[in-house]
């Protein structure tokens, strides 16, 4: 009982948290969600009530440590330290408080899953992204970045034939078509203002190639940031869309015969407030040799599902070769022009979709990037034509879940950096994905990723 009351007593631990509180009780805030995402890339979490707020800053949520074993359709895995018995703490991070415009009355934090005693524990995603920003730190650098996201706007209705649930597309208008503008209009204006509104800046908005796909992307931030950005994105999405009675999928394939849905992530390294890449092409050039050195391993974290290998094939704009060029939409790594004489350069990784758990995809980009600074690796001549055309000059991206997990597996660099444990339920929370979805047929596997991701 005096733990209990000690408990109660905890005061907040900063001012950033005493506004927190303040802003709940002034806005109405009734419930506030400490979300966090996991090996199958799931945006879960749990929520706090306005009364028990102020102890939950300090304490967080307790939390078992088995979820960091569950895959995307709650199957729970074999894995060593995380089953039944174990416990963490969901500790929200202050910081990242928005109320959900999409849901009146709730707000969000982005949480780290800590140790009961408050330490950090080696199965945080988050946590893996910030000692990663941390190494680069080290180095003299910092990362900015940002998702590009695509997704499926429409409906969710039962399918025909009594199989499972099929996504009914808003439209079928063509891509950048001033028609598709139209159709989606009264959605992405509330989207835009919900994004705004929790401080995420819209850059571009276009209805996509695909048939109710949409693309939005909003402003780059430093890694952590632009992570927990695209954690927000993906609940906006989806939550204003159920506002709106309809449906919004960022899966990579929800429809099997339409475009994919990448999220393509783009890159700018800086030391000293300068952009190392437009200030050292060299090092721009290691950094690229980096990423494609770790390339198939890396699909593995960045295309984290089944579904992901269905949008990673050739002339289907989403790089399918090993391979780097300026502004080359077919190259894994596309060197992306500036934009006027003010712009600075970025990378933009193709092969990445919003299936990838977000701090695990950004802080394996790191140390690839790292590796190939620290090593000075050479990323070859740059392809200037569709990699396609010229096929036996450059190697071919995994081309299944399965083959980019054996990549994985076998790069000491980017396993050595997840660390055992976060290695081994990464590797079995995927492997069962992948040998859940070969018992079931092709609907099956659009279902569960379309209603998930």
């Given at each position: 009982m005096r733990d209990r009351q000690r408990v109660t007593k905890l005061q907040p631990p900063d001012p950033a948290a005493q506004r927190i509180l303040e802003r709940a009780e002034i806005e109405g805030i009734e419930l506030i969600r400490f979300l966090y995402a996991d090996h199958g890339g799931v945006i879960r979490g749990k929520a706090a009530s306005r009364s028990r707020l102020a102890e939950r800053l300090g304490t967080g949520i307790g939390h078992t440590v088995a979820m960091m074993a569950m895959n995307m359709l709650d199957q729970l895995q074999e894995v060593e330290q995380l089953g039944p018995v174990g416990e963490v703490r969901l500790v929200p991070d202050p910081s990242t408080f928005v109320p959900l415009p999409y849901s009146p009355g709730a707000a969000a934090m982005m949480a780290d899953l800590r140790r009961p005693d408050g330490t950090p524990w080696e199965a945080c995603p988050r946590t893996f992204l910030k000692d990663a920003v941390a190494t680069l730190a080290d180095e003299g650098y910092t990362l900015v970045a940002a998702f590009e996201p695509e997704f499926t706007l429409g409906r969710r209705l039962p399918s025909p034939d009594g199989g499972p649930d099929r996504l009914v597309p808003?439209?079928?208008?063509l891509c950048y078509a001033g028609l598709g503008f139209d159709t989606a209009h009264d959605y992405t204006i509330k989207l835009i203002r919900a994004l705004e509104s929790q401080g995420l800046r819209v850059e571009h908005y276009h209805p996509e190639l695909g048939p109710g796909q949409q693309e939005l992307s909003v402003r780059h931030a430093p890694?952590?940031?632009a992570a927990d950005n695209h954690v927000l994105y993906r609940e906006t999405v989806r939550g204003v869309a159920l506002r709106m009675a309809m449906w919004a999928s960022l899966a990579p394939k929800p429809l099997a015969d339409q475009a994919g849905n990448g999220a393509h992530l783009h890159l700018s390294l800086w030391r000293d407030d300068r952009n190392v890449f437009a200030d050292s092409e060299e090092v721009r050039a290691w950094f690229i040799g980096g990423l494609l050195e770790h390339l198939p391993a890396l699909t593995a974290l960045t295309c984290g599902s089944v579904n992901s290998f269905r949008r990673l094939a050739p002339r289907m704009w989403s790089s399918a070769y090993v391979c780097h060029g300026p502004d080359n939409r077919e190259a894994a790594v596309r060197v992306c022009s500036p934009l006027g004489e003010s712009g600075e350069p970025n990378l933009e990784l193709k092969p990445s979709d919003s299936s990838a758990n977000p701090y695990l995809?950004?802080?394996?980009?790191?140390?690839?990037?790292?590796?190939?600074?620290?090593?000075?690796?050479?990323?070859?001549?740059?392809?200037?034509v569709d990699p396609d055309t010229v096929p036996d000059r450059y190697p071919r991206l995994p081309s299944s879940l399965e083959e980019a997990l054996d990549a994985l597996e076998r790069d000491d660099v980017l396993t050595g950096a997840l660390g055992p444990l976060r290695t081994r339920a990464y590797l079995a929370v995927k492997r069962s994905e992948a040998a859940a979805f070969k018992k079931k047929d092709t609907a099956y596997e659009l279902f569960n990723h379309l209603r998930v991701f």
């Open positions: 808003l439209d079928d208008t890694a952590l940031r995809a950004l802080g394996a980009v790191i140390h690839a990037g790292l590796d190939g600074i620290r090593r000075k690796l050479d990323p070859g001549e740059p392809a200037t």
